[in-house]
Structures are given as structure tokens and as C-alpha cells.
């Protein structure tokens, strides 16, 4: 089974508006990370942040992580069209095996 | 540098037949990972190696499936006596080492099963 979700499911806003999209996880985790996919093929990294870290940025990306409500959420700033995609969080479950555990992911569609 | 490559990018095959999917990792990446995705859904584990031997296969789902990964470079992920349930897109990954790193997945391969 997935341990993580994502919140909302589908989101659709206009270019420059801001986006957001949630994340729950169910264990202790090591780290959680965020990927990018694009009509549903490859995956994309986009950033990791450990457990002993409250928020990261990297470019337009904020990413936050609250493991005491174990949960995550990823900002994206001034969106554009090429920003559509389905983004997935991902944990390790607090394993050190290396497998990642997906949620079924938020659609995002961007509007010029 | 060179990503992580899978071929095919498509196979469509037959029920009962078997298949072939292989996955070409980043160069020096010793962590080995395959995914299954279906439509609408995140990536589902199913096996990793690290190095030549798979470390962890809990997520294979019965004995059709199989994974070698024999030189520790390449690796191939077999379906035995395909069922139309095994159709989706078949993901491989990899990374420089099993803990906690970033993934690098490739394209995958789109496989159905008519």
C-alpha cells in the first residue's frame, strides 16, 4: 500500500498564482522527497528534506516538513505553464533499504 | 553525463507470453530499483539491488515476476505468463547508494497486455 497522499488530487490555477499541494505520510520517516512527472513517464527530482529539517528551498520550490503531524507540503511560486505535471511526494518509510513509497500524486494543470 | 535508460520504451504483448524489460543505470550507481505504475496511481515498489544481489524483493508481487541484475550494471525484469493485470508503465531508478538518496528514475516502459 502507499504511504503517502497528496492533497488535493487535482489542482488548476492561472500562470504567476502560487501553488500549493500537500502531503501525509503514515510512519517515521528518514526523509521525504518530491518528484515531477510529466505525462506519465520519468520521474524528476525535485528536492529532499531530511527529518531533523523544518523547510527547504531550491529556486521557486519551498518545501516544508512537520514530522510531529507527518506531514509535508511543496509551495511553487509565480507558477508557469510548463509547471504542469503531477507531483508525488515520497518517503522511506524510515527505512534505510533505500525503497521509496509514493503517494497517488496532485495533478497540477497551469493556465497562460 | 548519460541518464538512466529502459527498453523498450513500449512493448505490447500477448496474454500468457513472456517479456523482457531492461534498465541501463546511471554509470557508478550501485542502488538498483524497479517500480510499477498504473494509470492514475504513484509508483509502486517492487524490487532493489544494490550491487549484483537484490537486497530487497518484498514487493514483487507473486513468482511470474523476476529480476537479475548479473554484472551489477545492467539490469533485466522478466514477467513470466503475463497477465492483462501486469499492463502498466514499468519504472527503473537508480542511485549512488541505498541510503536515503535521491532517485534517478528513466523513462520506463510502457507495457500492455492484450
Known amino acids: 500500500s502507499q504511504q503517502g497522499e497528496e492533497d488535493p488530487q487535482a489542482l488548476s490555477i492561472q500562470e504567476g498564482e502560487n501553488a500549493t499541494m500537500n502531503c501525509s505520510y503514515k510512519?517515521?520517516?528518514?526523509?521525504l522527497q518530491w518528484y515531477r512527472q510529466n505525462s506519465g513517464r520519468g520521474l524528476v527530482h525535485l528536492i529532499l528534506?531530511?527529518?531533523?529539517?523544518r523547510e527547504k528551498h531550491s529556486g521557486r520550490l519551498r518545501v516544508t516538513l512537520d514530522t510531529s503531524k507527518k506531514s509535508s507540503s511543496l509551495l511553487i511560486t509565480a507558477s508557469r505553464a510548463a509547471d504542469t505535471a503531477s507531483y508525488f511526494c515520497?518517503?522511506?518509510?524510515?527505512?534505510?533499504?533505500?525503497?521509496?513509497?509514493f503517494g497517488r500524486g496532485t495533478q497540477l494543470t497551469v493556465w497562460p | 553525463g548519460a541518464g538512466v535508460s529502459q527498453t523498450p520504451s513500449n512493448k505490447v504483448t500477448e496474454k500468457g507470453k513472456y517479456v523482457e524489460l531492461r534498465c541501463d543505470p546511471i554509470?557508478?550507481?550501485?542502488?538498483l530499483y524497479w517500480y510499477r505504475q498504473s494509470l492514475g496511481q504513484g509508483p509502486e515498489f517492487l524490487i532493489y539491488?544494490?550491487?549484483?544481489?537484490?537486497?530487497?524483493d518484498s514487493g514483487l508481487p507473486n513468482d511470474r515476476f523476476f529480476a537479475v541484475r548479473p554484472e551489477g550494471s545492467v539490469s533485466t525484469l522478466k514477467i513470466q505468463r503475463t497477465e492483462r493485470g501486469d499492463s502498466a508503465v514499468y519504472l527503473c531508478?537508480?542511485?549512488?547508494?541505498?541510503?536515503?538518496?535521491?532517485?534517478?528514475f528513466g523513462p520506463g516502459t510502457r507495457l500492455l497486455v492484450l
Open positions: 531508478a537508480s542511485s549512488p547508494g541505498p541510503r536515503g538518496e535521491t532517485q534517478y
Open positions: 510512519t517515521s520517516i528518514n526523509n
Open positions: 528534506i531530511r527529518s531533523n529539517e
Open positions: 515520497a518517503t522511506d518509510g524510515g527505512s534505510t533499504l533505500g525503497r521509496l513509497y
Open positions: 554509470s557508478g550507481h550501485t542502488a
Open positions: 539491488f544494490q550491487g549484483t544481489g537484490a537486497a530487497d
